[in-house]
């Protein structure tokens, strides 16, 4: 009898989707090389065709037909990081489809750790394309639950491997040009891939917190990953912070607003909102990135219209999470 990894690989091989977890978030997966399945990715999505998806592979030996090089710090980030939460874009073979790429030349690849995602892209014939298996501008589902409420009737099978353990997208590096340029931060931090390819630079929109912090009208920004309610992230001290969110809580439940904070473990029991929840300890950065969609995405289940949060740009992880906050919140920002 066909086992549900057959059926599964079967369905990607017959030009269907496949929702399916990995160690970042759960992935959407069409064949890579099929240029019709990655039109119902974008289809089933939402999403922009010239937003390019990641093409996933479950070994190493199959990088080569994909892609029309492969420089030699390559090696180096495979033997540290692969299999893993990084990305690498590289230029690409014809054997990928514009339609994958979002119409570039260059090609995002990926090799998952989650043990269900490698035995998955293996039985689909080694190369699944898969963008986050959410609508576009949600945030992205970290449980088979948030990808049932916004793919089902999308998408033809959904793999549950229960909660995905990072929690935030891989991070992604472009190796194409003379210097590494990471594009998307991660849990793979800068400092990582500095340690063994030496230096590597930051895409400047990533870090623009600086000149965006002033609040801007809601949808000035394009908005991603985005909760249902009206976030703000609030910087300052503690007690700047709590004062300052308490007071706009008062505000926003005499307007009948429903109103959530994101705090930590510290400060959880000082605020005044409806619902209050925790990533966890400030120091703990793991946790930070593994609860933040959870949370954006329990809020939405219990009808939170405002909510607030910490901001985080501490620790080696600050960037990929303040990066991910900021397009949640459409760079409403405030700097106390
Ligand atoms: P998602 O997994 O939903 O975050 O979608 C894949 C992400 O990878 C998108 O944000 C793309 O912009 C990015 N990506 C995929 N291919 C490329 C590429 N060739 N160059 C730059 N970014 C890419
Ligand atoms: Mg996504």
């Known amino acids: 009898m066909e086992s549900w990894m057959e059926k599964a690989g079967n369905i990607i091989k017959n030009g269907g989707l496949v929702a399916f977890p990995t160690e970042t978030v759960y992935g959407l997966g069409g064949d890579a090389l099929n240029p019709q399945s990655s039109q119902k990715i974008y289809a089933a999505k939402g999403r922009p065709s010239d937003n390019p998806l990641i093409v996933h592979i479950s070994k190493f030996e199959d990088l080569a037909p994909i892609v029309s090089e492969i420089p030699s710090c390559v090696y180096a980030l495979r033997d540290a990081f692969w299999p893993g939460p990084l990305t690498i874009i590289f230029k690409k073979s014809d054997l990928v489809p514009y339609e994958t790429t979002g119409g570039l030349d260059t090609v995002a690849v990926r090799m998952p750790v989650d043990p269900i995602a490698l035995q998955f892209i293996a039985a689909s014939g080694g190369y699944v394309a898969a963008p986050s298996a959410n609508l576009s501008g949600r945030p992205s589902p970290t449980k088979a639950q948030y990808v049932i409420q916004d793919l089902q009737g999308r998408v033809d099978m959904i793999l549950d491997g229960g909660p995905t353990e990072i929690g935030l997208e891989s991070t992604i590096v472009d190796v194409t040009g003379d210097m590494p340029v990471i594009l998307r931060p991660g849990y793979i931090t800068k400092e990582m891939l500095e340690q063994i390819i030496g230096k590597v630079d930051v895409d400047p929109t990533i870090l623009d917190v600086a000149c965006k912090e002033r609040p801007k009208a809601p949808g000035m920004r394009y908005r991603h990953y985005a909760p249902k309610g009206d976030l703000t992230i609030i910087k300052g ?86 990066n991910r906050l900021l397009k949640a919140a459409g760079h409403h920002y405030i700097s106390l």
Request: no cysteine.
């Open 237 to 322: 001290t503690p007690e700047q912070v709590i004062s300052f969110i308490n007071e706009k809580t008062t505000e926003n439940k005499e307007q009948k607003e429903v109103v959530g904070v994101i705090a930590t473990d510290e400060t959880k029991d000082r605020y005044w909102a409806d619902v209050v929840k925790s990533v966890g300890e400030r120091q703990d950065e793991a946790s930070i990135a593994h609860r933040l969609y959870t949370i954006l995405r329990e809020f939405d289940d219990e009808g939170i219209t405002r909510i607030y949060s910490e901001s985080f740009e501490e620790g080696s992880m600050g960037q990929a999470i303040m």
